[in-house]
């Protein structure tokens, strides 16, 4: 089975902290994503990654930035947290080319103060 | 029971009973649907795809329905369990294998026992 992990289920952050979420991914895929879930909203996207190195932003890359140096971990920064960024941050991965079966980590749990 | 007109936030039906959750989108270049099932505490799940060249596809107890004309996506529950109690995402793409993926704001299904 494909295994996405999130190295932290929750997370409490000071306004201006700089924030890492980590995810890796153990089944070789080419793709991996960042979305953040918010209530009413469903899930956007924030930055994806279609090879290492590469990254491309989503739908609100505004105050986040990514990295992606090995092909199975995938970062999310957040420079300088702000309250708005308060909310649950999934990352997902897929096989490049196929359907569109995103395989998805539990989520971490952002809270901003 | 059966929600109808844009994504709804709920929807309430007895175990055993059929469900249907309805989907609006907007993009009328979206080619690929897809449903995910988002379970308490778990990152989304695929459930079953289908391309704009097929109006249904069934999979284990599931059925999705595609009405293009309408831009409206459906996914049909049969005899729903305690287990399919969940939030459901519909998401499209503007091709099959970029998953690159738009998602709704979701539906939380409750099966009442």
């Known amino acids: 089975d494909v295994k996405v992990t999130q190295s932290s289920r929750y997370l409490v952050k000071r306004t201006g902290e700089k924030v890492f979420l980590e995810c890796v991914q153990d089944m070789d895929h080419e793709n991996m994503f960042w979305y953040r879930q918010d209530p009413g909203l469903g899930l956007r996207l924030i930055y994806f990654s279609y090879d290492v190195k590469m990254k491309e932003k989503g739908d609100i890359p505004e105050g986040y930035s990514v990295s992606r140096e090995k092909k199975e971990r995938f970062s999310l920064i957040l420079e300088s947290a702000s309250t708005n960024q308060t909310s649950m941050y999934l990352c997902?991965?897929?096989?490049?080319?196929?359907?569109?079966?995103?395989?998805f980590g539990e989520g971490s749990r952002l809270t901003v103060l | 029971g059966e929600s109808v007109g844009l994504h709804l936030p709920t929807l309430s039906v007895q175990e055993g009973d059929n469900s249907i959750i309805n989907c609006a989108y907007s993009n009328s270049a979206s080619d690929y649907f897809i449903w995910y099932k988002q379970e308490s505490g778990k990152g989304p799940q695929f459930i079953i795809d289908?391309?704009?060249?097929?109006d249904k596809r069934q999979g284990q107890r599931v059925t999705v329905l595609l009405n293009k004309t309408v831009k409206h996506l459906s996914l049909q529950i049969a005899a729903t369990q305690p287990g399919d109690s969940a939030v459901y995402f519909c998401a499209e793409a503007e091709n099959f294998g970029n998953e690159k993926l738009t998602f709704g704001t979701g539906t939380r299904l409750t099966i009442i026992p």
């Open positions: 997902a991965s897929s096989l490049g080319g196929r359907t569109g079966e995103l395989f």
């Open positions: 289908i391309r704009s060249n097929m």
